[in-house]
T-cell receptor, first 110, second 113 residues
Framework: GQQVMQIPQYQHVQEGEDFTTYCNSS?????IQWYKQRPGGHPVFLIQ?????EVKKQKRLTFQFGEAKKNSSLHITATQTTDVGTYFC??????????FGQGTTLQVKP | KAGVTQTPRYLIKTRGQQVTLSCSPI?????VSWYQQTPGQGLQFLFE???????NKGNFPGRFSGRQFSNSRSEMNVSTLELGDSALYLC????????????FGPGTRLTVL
């Protein structure tokens, strides 16, 4: 079946370092969404990318959608302790349901 | 605007019992989706309801069911609970059907003993 994979599963960084998580789909996606879940919290929508090669920025966060619309990345510049959490990508299946990646858990050491 | 609410927040049940979880979407949102979150399997889609009709279903056994009311509130039911059903059950609402931006509730933490 259709799969959405994320790497790495875990990432520990020193505060101030950059961080990147990668998302790969087994099929072409009509869009890709990114969510953040803080420890003990629930997923919160960050952004949706729709166009091939699209790049969007939110302050220190940069999101990219691959040219083939099968992969995406989230890059955080100069991480802060407030960036701690699990970042999920999600893409629609051919039946319309949203398939989430396993997530990348980010730990930031102050 | 009030967010998505879920009740109860925590629940402890024993094997064989059944459970009903409730979700109230954001006002004006007509789509409600349910997800199961476990450390091993991540976020798994259960089903989506829109205008009181199930529009999409994940790969879960028939013990998992749901419904949506005319006011868009939704319930999900799990019968004959198994230990493996212990999880965080998340409800998410959206203003339209399909794979749009999901607004998640705080979840119901279900523990099956």
């Amino acid at each position: 079946g259709q799969q959405v994979m994320q790497i790495p599963q875990y990432q520990h960084v020193q505060e101030g370092e950059d961080f990147t998580t990668y998302c790969n789909s087994s099929t072409t996606l009509s869009n890709i969404q990114w969510y953040k879940q803080r420890p003990g919290g629930h997923p919160v929508f960050l952004i949706q990318l729709v166009k091939s090669g699209e790049v969007k920025k939110q302050k220190r966060l940069t999101f990219q959608f691959g040219e083939a619309k099968k992969n995406s990345s989230l890059h955080i510049t100069a991480t802060q302790t407030t960036d701690v959490g699990t970042y999920f990508c999600a893409g629609p299946s051919n039946t319309g349901k949203l398939i989430f990646g396993q997530g990348t858990t980010l730990q930031v050491k102050p | 605007k009030a967010g998505v609410t879920q009740t109860p927040r925590y629940l402890i049940k024993t094997r064989g019992q059944q459970v009903t979880l409730s979700c109230s979407p954001i006002s004006g949102h007509r789509s409600v989706s349910w997800y199961q979150q476990t450390p091993g399997q991540g976020l798994q889609f259960l089903f989506e309801y829109f205008s009181e009709t199930q529009r999409n279903k994940g790969n879960f056994p028939g013990r998992f069911s749901g419904r949506q009311f005319s006011n868009s509130r939704s319930e999900m039911n799990v019968s004959t609970l198994e230990l493996g059903d212990s999880a965080l059950y998340l409800c998410a609402s959206s203003w339209r059907q399909g794979n749009n931006e999901q607004f998640f509730g705080p979840g119901t933490r279900l523990t099956v003993l």
